[in-house]
C-alpha cells in the first residue's frame, strides 16, 4: 500500500505524509489466534518521539476491522489513552472478538508498547440497512476552504523544526477564524471551524476512509478549549494530552475530500477541558460525531 522508508523498526520516515499516513494503517498479522487477534503496526516519524493519538486510534479501529465480515462496519468507538506512546517503537494490537449478533458485532482492541497498554478501545459495528433518519444541518455563513489561506500562509517566521511538526502532516488543514499556533485572534470564543481533507487522493476503499476520519478528528479538536481562554500552542509552558476519545460513524464520506469539522467546547475545569464536534462533507452532510476531554496545563497552574 506504501513504498514508505523505516528509520526504526517501529517508526516511518516518508517524504510523502500521506504515504506514510497509509503505511501506518496497513497492520500484520502472522495469523495465529488464541483468545485475541494480534496484529503489529509501525509509527509516523514525529518531531517530539510521542505517538499521535489519532494515529493509535485508527489502527486500533483496522485492528478490529480485520476480525469482522466485510459488509460490517464501524459505527462508534469509546477508548482512552493510558499512557504516552512511542514512534521510534512498533505497537501490537489485541483484538477480543467480544460479540457477534445477527447485525452488530463489538470488539476490544487494546494497543501495546513494551508489553504495557498504551491505548484501550471498545467499538461497535452494524450491518448497513434501513431506519429512521434526521441530520443536524452543517452551520450557515462558514467560508469554503476553497476561500481560505493555506496552512503554510501562517507559519511565516516560524523556527524549521516547529514549522515541520505542521507541513509534515497528511492532512491539509485550514481554520475558521484563523489557526491559534503562534497566537489568538480576534474574539476569544469556546468554539471554531476548521477544514481538513488528505494532501492527496486515496485508495477507494471505504473501510479506509473510515479509518483515515477516525485519524483526523484527533487532529484540531483539542483548539476549541484553548480558543476560549486566549492559548495559542506556542505557550511557554502548556501541556496537553488528550484523555479519551468517542466518535460516531453516521454516513460514509471520502477524505480525500475536503470535510468541515465543526467544534466546541462546553466546559473546562480542574486541569480538564471537554470538546466536541461534528463533520460535514462539502456539500452539508453531517458525516460524524466526536467527543473528546483532554488534560490542559498551563504554568500559572503550578504556582
Known sequence: MTDGATNTPGEVVEADPVAALLAVLT???????TTEDIFTGVSQ???????????VLSQSIVAASHTLPP?????SMHGYFLRPGDSSAGITFAVDRIHDGRSFST???????????IFSMIASFQDEGPGLEHAVPMPDGIPHADELPDLEDHLIG????????????????????????????????????VWLRTRRSL???????????????DMTIQESVL?????????????????????WWHRFARVDEWLLYVQESP???????????????SEGILVASVAQEITIRLPHDRD
Request: aromatic share 6%.
Open 203 to 217: 485508495p477507494d476503499d471505504p473501510d479506509l476512509h473510515r479509518a483515515a476520519l477516525a485519524y483526523l478528528s
Open 227 to 247: 480558543r476560549a481562554h486566549g492559548v495559542a500552542w506556542s505557550t511557554p509552558g502548556l501541556k496537553v494530552a488528550s484523555l479519551d476519545h468517542a466518535m
Open 158 to 193: 516560524l523556527h524549521p523544526m516547529s514549522k515541520r511538526m505542521f507541513t509534515d502532516r497528511p492532512l491539509d488543514v485550514r481554520h475558521v477564524p484563523g489557526p491559534i499556533y503562534l497566537h489568538v485572534d480576534g474574539e476569544h470564543v469556546p468554539h471554531q471551524a
Open 107 to 117: 470488539r476490544r482492541t487494546q494497543a501495546y508498547q513494551d508489553g504495557v497498554p
Open 71 to 75: 459488509g460490517r462496519t464501524v459505527h
Open 45 to 55: 516519524s514525529m518531531p517530539l518521539g510521542r505517538v499521535y493519538g489519532g494515529q
Open 267 to 281: 466546559s473546562a475545569r480542574g486541569g480538564r477541558g471537554l470538546a466536541t464536534g461534528r463533520i460535514y462533507s
Open 27 to 33: 497492520l500484520s498479522s502472522s495469523g495465529a489466534r
